[in-house]
């Protein structure tokens, strides 16, 4: 080039100050400090108190009471509003962390968790890929072997990717599961096998694993439902008659489906005997350990999911008994080639390269449906790596030993009704005061469960056993005491008292 003809200047415009300002180091430090302080103080209030519930209405309108109006620039920074954000953030959720949370699966998380949480928010590391995820890959592999060690499958032959909750790794177990015995759909849409393709589940199976039927496109009526005892648990005996009958009528089922812990009474399917029924025919056992998979760690109540290492697959999520924000579930696979069964195609140009290097091998793209996907799996490691499996283990066993003692307290409560003998922090029972009939009885559960939560004190489920309504506690909080139950109680009795007296007015 003539020095006559210099080169062209490089245009760069800077950003403008406003624009860097929301970037800037020391504001993300107060903003964090502000954040941390309301934090601590919601952590450190153990008042018995359910959930606020808010008018959507006046929610929505409290939240753009808190929106800037600048619309043409970047608005400045202001710190108030960012309290006053968090506050309502936090004032309007269930209070997972209250003695007066009894209702859902979802745990209060271990604080830690939230600030390793937090750090994933800020590094941003998504997980499916190992060159933007790294240490999250590397911590799901090492996860996987810490946990495989109370599954006992054989190690470096299993499979482990994690997912955005336990319903889509029903819905991915199943694609795999349906993928190795119909090979033909993927590509062709088309299966040419001895039946229709079905798969059967408990009577109380997980709704997602249903609706996953539905997805896959096996249409509900060919769902085979397994009868189930009085505890809720598949009854083993009757399944070979049940999936024979089937085959009877042209369908060919390709998966079972158990539950280590159905949602409504927490109770474990008989997974070794199911395992051996399986594999006589030839089918893949899924197994649903969404709630009662994090049992495994604990050397107390193991035995529940007796059988486990003969699963062909096992979906465990974190964000319950594991106690990590949600979502955090890890699906398993016991043969690690039916892990990319599930979604059998041709990686993207832009994430897969054309010549693999060893870093590929780390990749998870291929057996997960998100393309971008949190690091979920970085709470739970560094609990793992803080605290050791026993924080697990203790938690889980004192959960369920106080959900024991609650069954206990409700067996000296004549006007309540037990519906089970607890297996683990899942309980439910009716209040039945007097002879009522059933529909009163049903119509009164769901009255109550309404009235209690509107109450603000405790936060209780309800759910439908054998057809009639029950109330449901979930033990998720260890601050819970039998003091605390016998508290829902009474406001169970007061309610329902006042219910009935109003019904017999009109
Ligand atoms: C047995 C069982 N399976 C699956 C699920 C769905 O899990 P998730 O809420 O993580 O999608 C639940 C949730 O309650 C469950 O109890």
């Not at 929301?22 to 103080?41: C, G, I, K, M």
């Not at 039946?195 to 709704?207: L, M, N, Q």
């Not at 290492?309 to 594991?322: C, G, I, P, V």
């Not at 004549?414 to 039945?432: G, M, Q, T, V």
Request: with cysteine; net charge neutral; hydrophobic share 40%.
């Amino acid at each position: 080039m003539s020095e006559e003809c210099p080169p062209p200047a490089i245009l760069w415009t800077a950003p403008k100050d406003s624009l860097r300002a929301a970037f800037e180091p020391s504001l993300f430090r107060r903003n964090s400090e502000t954040v941390t302080a309301r934090l601590e103080s919601h952590l450190a209030d153990l008042s018995v108190r359910g959930l606020e519930l808010a008018d959507p209405g006046d929610l929505a309108r409290a939240a753009r009471a808190l929106m800037t109006t600048e619309r043409d620039g970047i608005a400045g920074f202001d710190e108030k509003r960012l309290a006053a954000i968090v506050d309502l953030y936090v004032r309007t959720g269930i209070q997972v962390h209250s003695p007066g949370y009894m209702g859902r699966q979802f745990s209060g998380a271990v604080p830690l968790a939230g600030v390793i949480d937090f750090v994933g928010s800020v590094v941003n590391q998504p997980s499916s890929y190992y060159e933007a995820g790294q240490l999250p890959i590397t911590a799901e592999r090492i996860m996987a072997e810490e946990l495989n060690r109370f599954i006992g499958w054989e190690p470096g032959r299993f499979a482990m990717v994690t997912t955005s909750g336990g319903s889509l790794a029903n819905l991915t177990a199943l694609l795999a599961a349906r993928n190795r015995a119909c090979p033909g759909i993927w590509a062709r849409g088309e299966h040419r096998g001895r039946g229709r393709p079905a798969i059967a589940v408990g009577e109380d199976v997980h709704y997602s694993v249903t609706r996953a039927a539905g997805v896959l496109g096996i249409g509900e009526t060919r769902i085979v439902r397994l009868p189930v005892d009085r505890r809720g648990r598949i009854a083993a005996r009757r399944v070979p008659r049940v999936l024979a009958a089937a085959e009877r009528r042209g369908l060919e089922v390709f998966c079972l489906v158990a539950s280590a812990g159905t949602t409504a009474l927490g109770a474990f399917d008989p997974i070794d005997e199911l395992a051996g029924i399986a594999a006589r025919r030839g089918i893949w056992l899924h197994v649903d350990g969404a709630h009662g998979a994090s049992l495994l760690v604990s050397d107390a109540l193991r035995h529940r999911l007796r059988g486990i290492e003969k699963a062909d697959s096992l979906t465990w999520d974190a964000h319950k008994l594991m106690f990590v924000p949600a979502p955090c579930t890890l699906l398993f696979y016991r043969n690690a080639q039916d892990a990319p069964g599930a979604f059998r195609h041709r990686a993207a140009s832009y994430v897969s390269d054309e010549e693999p290097d060893a870093h590929c091998a780390f990749d998870n793209g291929d057996k997960n449906v998100e393309c971008t996907k949190r690091p979920l799996i970085m709470p739970l490691w560094t609990l793992w790596a803080m605290y050791g499996p026993a924080l697990f283990a203790e938690k889980i066993e004192h959960l369920c030993r106080t959900t024991a003692e609650a069954h206990h307290v409700l067996l000296g409560e004549s006007d309540f009704e037990p519906l089970h003998a607890p297996e683990s922090n899942i309980l439910c029972f009716r209040y039945r005061p007097r002879e009522i009939g059933e529909d009163q009885v049903h119509r009164l559960q769901s009255r109550i469960r309404k009235q209690v939560r509107l109450g603000g004190r405790f936060f209780i489920s309800k759910v439908d056993v054998r057809g009639t309504a029950a109330l449901r506690v979930v033990l998720m909080n260890h601050e819970v005491t039998t003091e605390h139950f016998r508290m829902l109680l009474a406001e169970v009795r007061s309610v329902g008292d006042r219910l009935l007296r109003e019904d017999a007015l009109h």
